[in-house]
């Protein structure tokens, strides 16, 4: 029956098989090495198998391309696992509703921001996505209470902005009006590389020009959520080793002394070294630590009732700048205490006289495309830290939905069922309506094989119900182009390999239809439905490019 | 085997199609199409229960308490019921959200005039009267809509945008408790979750399913008429589609399943499949030797059969559906159901006879 397939020695000189083979060991290989774009590399490898088995028409070519793919998909499965949404594992999805519509670049900002917030307290698993662009859905894999609750508090959150001149409070957050943030257009910056300006409220101005009076050249430290009566522990020996050569480590200390001053708070700097059984904690509440800080340091806090903030171990590190008064040494930014930019009072301000509105401005680093794109981030950071939080918008959280995991396994269970009916319901049908076992088999094991390909592609990302959906319903139409296949077959008239070209030129038809009838909804960032979208078309693209002309390799050798 | 409907008066075939295409069309136009939620807006509350719940008595009992149109769903599960209660959208969240949207464009305005007008004097006149409008909507929004009886007119902007968007949320919020205690009043439940789509976000789901639609529609089109490049055939096809889109929308007017964004998904796929069955009998026909009522009714033959294993798994799809009562599910399957029954009818019954027609007429 397989005459025409070549035997094994055959296939060692037979160079398409080994180009194949070894594409397959560097996908395999590059699985291993990269496992976070397992999902990817499954797609790659179906689009590069796909067209070689296309192009080289040979059966073994186009058996070995699905059985390699197929392997591939295995192992992805048995290292990877399969990812399921909240609806299969149990979770809460907490709805966001933005303030106001945003456009699609600042949509993936807030995501981003949001997911960074989210992960603060260790839950990687937490899904953050858009929905149209005015809300946001943020999930995560328990349903516990507690968790959620510290989920919401930390998304309710918003920044405080707090602006400090030689240890006093300058200007606040409630200071500046709303929607006065604004970026210098080029031709007033007057020499610098970017500029924010912003305007604030009547007592604001006031406020200001009275603290900042006669300071010029003094450091506006602006603070983003600065921690307050806490103890910021610095590691000594990290904190010499990343300070520049000409730095002294005394003078470093007391710059970041001075950048902590302020009337009323008792914030001080304490070296991990430091912190022994017995030391004076009180009046203190908080503590800011490195998330590499020994264990011991960690206890001494947490057993003494004192809330910590764990950061990495960069963030610990100020960054030192000199300016200002005689051009002194300065900390430009110590993201550990929430310091994000130290900008220097220009002497025209501090006369005294209240002033509606200011600018931020400075040099960017680099040179060219870069200086630019050093400029523009360093707009988008101010602007931020002024507008009293990373999120461009304000946001309130809707109500939440809670599906408790023994109920999400069970729809999976279910769901898993579903499939498998499926897939024997429509065996029987092309059992019923072939009855002849050389089509039968062939029929089911490529569905099979594509059902599989499909689950370790859409669960190398998230499955969820509506990609749950696109795969059951793969299984009744990845069938069509094997029965397109074999009615062509069995027809009487005409070679086999134009029954077979006349068979794929149909099919190459149909699935171009079906991929371009879905393809709007699968960019149109309804999040609910992409799944379905996404199932659909790569279940369309797997059977144009691989399963059917394998299916074909076998039928044209059977029938 | 069925014997071949195209041997004899071919154009009988038309009758089942026209006259389900007429029903479909009657049943859209007398009964409408159920928006759900997404579409829709409103609340979608979602209930678990021990004990099943009398529907229409919970309908009135909720319209007693001052809800227009209450919608309510019981379903029986593998662990109790489960009640789904919809609300249309309510007014005073309707008028939030308009609040809202004059707000937020009217606030930096006034923010800027503020500052001119203290720096300089400028612009005083109409610093004063869009300060005052901007301020009476904040007005209408704490205390009216929100009930937050606070004094407005001493907050400066600052202030009366942290304010503003704290009532907005507690409208919102208002709302669902208000949901939630008319429900607890009538049902004892073991969990509710409460899911409400705004005007915003529901204007624009509509958006974004018509360019979809429009999209899907231009792209399959010109793609049909590419590969015929005929006109008679490429139009066959089309109708045919679109035919099959009606019988569809007419079933889900029948049989009252709501246009959600997930039966819309099917409604887009169908689409796809619809057009699959169109092109396998064109191109047989079109593109073979042979007497075209055989080359009809063997294209036929294929394409009943690859109906059917697509049905059959949508089948497997609805029955989990009915046992799991997950509304994805039950949206996708029912909707692609009706819609390959009616390709069945749309395809075999107009495609076809329409490019019989043209053939048999150009001999």
Known sequence: ?559 | MLPNIYKGNYLLALIPPLLLIALAICFVLANGINLGVDFEGGTLATLQTKNSVDASWLESKLSEEGFANPHVNVFQTTYGYKVEVEFAQSEEIKRAESLKSEFHALLPEVSNLEVRYLSTGENGEEYTQKKGKLYSIAEEMINGLAGMNEVVSNKNLNELNGLFASSYSAVYKNYEKKVGAAINKHVSYDSISLQTVSPALSTQFIEKAGNVVLFSAILSTLFVFVVFRTAVPSAAVLIGAFSDVVIALGAMSFFGIPLTLASFAALIMLVGYSLDTDVLLTMRMLKREGDPREKAFDAMKTGITMSTTAIVAFSALFALAYLTRISTYYEISSVVICGLIGDIFATWGINAVILLKYMLGRR
């Open chain 1, 1 to 559: 029956m397989f005459e025409k397939f070549p035997s094994l020695g055959q296939l060692k000189n037979d160079r398409r098989f080994v180009f194949i083979l070894l594409l397959g060991a560097l996908m395999f290989a590059g699985m291993f090495i990269y496992p976070i774009y397992i999902g990817f590399l499954l797609i790659l490898s179906l689009l590069i198998f796909g067209t070689l088995s296309s192009v080289w028409k040979e059966p073994h070519i186009r058996l070995s391309a699905l059985f390699l793919l197929l392997i591939l998909a295995v192992s992805a499965i048995a290292v990877h696992g399969i990812k399921f949404g909240i609806d299969f594992m149990g979770g809460t999805r907490i709805p966001i509703v933005l303030e106001h519509s945003v456009s699609d670049l600042t949509m993936q900002d807030m995501v981003n921001t949001i997911k960074k917030r989210a992960s603060v307290i260790g839950l990687t698993e937490i899904k953050v996505k858009a929905v149209g662009n005015s809300e946001i859905y943020v999930e995560l894999p328990s349903a516990d209470e507690e968790m959620v609750s510290r989920v919401e508090d930390i998304l309710e959150k918003q920044g405080v902005y707090l602006g400090v001149v030689d240890g006093k409070t300058a200007i606040t957050g409630q200071d500046i009006l709303p929607g006065t943030i604004y970026r210098v257009p080029t031709q007033y910056l007057g020499g610098s590389d970017w500029g924010v300006g912003f305007s604030i409220t009547k007592a604001g101005a006031e406020h200001f020009a009275e603290i900042v009076k006669g300071k010029a050249n003094y450091p506006l430290y602006m603070f983003l959520d600065r921690p307050s009566n806490a103890f910021v522990v610095v590691n000594r020996e990290q904190l010499k080793e990343s300070l520049p050569e000409s730095v002294e480590m005394d003078d470093a200390l007391a710059a970041m002394k001075e950048a902590l001053e302020l009337d009323g708070d008792n914030t001080i700097i304490v070296f991990e070294e430091d912190v022994l059984p017995g030391m004076n904690l009180s009046n203190r509440t908080y503590a800011v630590l490195r998330k590499n800080a020994p264990q011991s340091v960690k206890d001494i806090f947490s057993s003494a009732g004192i809330m910590t903030k764990e950061v990495e171990d960069n963030e610990m590190i100020p960054e030192i700048s000199y300016g200002g008064v005689g051009g002194a040494m300065v900390v430009a930014k110590w993201e550990a205490v929430g310091l994000l930019s130290s900008p220097f009072l220009s002497p025209q301000i501090t006369d005294g006289i209240p002033s509606y509105s200011y600018s931020i401005t400075g040099p960017a680093s680099g040179a060219g495309q870069e200086k630019v794109l050093n400029a523009e981030r360093r707009v988008k950071e101010i602007e931020s830290i002024l507008k009293g939080g990373a999120l461009p918008v304000r946001i309130t959280l809707g109500s939440k939905t809670t599906i408790p995991a023994p109920l999400g396994q069970e729809f999976l269970r279910l769901s898993l069922i579903g499939l498998l009916v499926a897939f024997l319901i429509v065996s029987l049908v092309i059992s019923l309506t072939y009855r002849r076992l050389n089509v039968i088999l062939p029929v089911i094991v490529v569905t099979l094989a594509e059902v599989i390909v499909l689950i370790a592609i859409t669960g190398s990302f998230t499955i969820d119900l509506a990609t749950m959906a696109g795969i059951i319903a793969a299984v009744g139409v990845s069938v069509d182009a094997q029965i397109i296949i074999t009615d062509e077959l069995l027809k009487k008239h005409g070679t086999k390999e134009e029954k077979l070209d006349k068979a794929m030129s149909i099919i190459n038809t149909n699935v171009t239809v079906a991929i371009l009838a879905m393809l709007p909804l699968l960019f149109s960032g309804m999040v609910e439905i992409i799944g379905f979208a996404v199932a659909t078309i790569l279940g369309a693209l797997l059977g144009a490019l691989l399963s059917r002309p394998a299916y074909a390799a076998i039928a044209g050798e059977l029938i």
